[in-house]
């Protein structure tokens, strides 16, 4: 599995993604992931899977040093002594003695982003988390963290797919040396309909999924972290690994419509701004 080298740790590009797979139902898909050769796990206090995350890994028998665990605090809970208590409760529920990428969820309106992240650096520094991340910022966001804070952002995790530019955030992302971590990058399965992917996945044998992952993975600086409950979704997400772009194919998805969001709460922060 090719990785991306970020502050000190190695991002696995293809990642197993576990939003919407609450509780024990977790557990078999994410141990059917871990039997096909998933290392890199994505979790969330807010799925409320993280024990049967941590479970899976346990059951599995392999090292602990093999995965690349991430989980994420909810921004109910980014004042430090409330961010170190759910870190504390989200390490107690994974069975961990750490996690490999602590990441803000999403900002919050108000929040004080200097303390937050402080409060994660020094959860770094205690070696209780290898990296420190954010998900959902904005550019402006994204800057005051790194260029005003001064923060070790590890990578940036937000949604990414054929139907979603994020030329502005990638170019900012890429001239700083950070990996954006694609969410939904099937478009919650909307991808799986699109007719142009499908009549490129022919040309290669491949599903529309397959091709929307492998448009991720064919960029620099990207990884992806697609949810399967099936074990045949899970290895055919695994397959893309093996799927080349050509030109053609690039210009085809370049040509469908980026404007597409789908992950729209109502706490989300103005997207386009600049």
């Not at 039997?35 to 979790?43: E, K, M």
């Amino acid at each position: 599995m090719e990785t991306i080298g970020t502050q000190g740790v190695a991002i696995p590009r293809l990642g197993f993604g576990t939003f919407r797979m609450p509780g024990a139902d977790a557990r078999p898909a994410v141990e059917s992931a871990i039997a096909l050769g998933y290392r890199h796990i994505d979790t969330a206090a807010m799925y409320e899977n993280e024990a049967a995350v941590g479970a899976a890994i346990a059951a599995s028998g392999i090292a602990r040093e093999a995965f690349f665990v991430t989980t994420k605090v909810w921004h109910d809970q980014l004042a430090p002594d409330a961010l170190a208590r759910a870190f504390d409760a989200s390490l107690r529920r994974l069975g961990l003695d750490h996690v490999d990428l602590y990441m803000i969820h999403w900002p919050a309106r108000g929040m004080d982003m200097a303390a937050t992240l402080e409060a994660m650096t020094a959860l770094r520094e205690k070696g209780l988390t290898r990296a420190i991340g954010v998900c959902n910022f904005n550019l402006p966001m994204m800057r005051r963290a790194v260029e005003e804070i001064g923060a070790p952002i590890a990578s940036l995790q937000v949604e990414y797919h054929p139907f979603l530019s994020q030329a502005p955030m990638l170019a900012y992302l890429r001239g700083k040396g950070i990996p954006l971590t694609a969410c939904a990058p099937l478009v919650q399965g909307r991808a799986a309909d699109d007719p142009t992917l499908a009549a490129l996945g022919r040309r290669h044998g491949a599903s529309a999924a397959q091709m929307a992952i492998a448009w991720l993975l064919d960029q620099p600086g990207v990884a992806v972290i697609p949810k399967a409950a099936r074990p045949e979704s899970q290895q055919a997400n695994l397959d893309a690994l093996g799927i080349r772009l050509d030109e053609r194919d690039r210009a085809a998805i370049a040509a469908l419509p980026k404007g597409q969001r789908f992950v729209r709460p109502p706490f989300a922060p103005e997207w386009d701004a600049a």
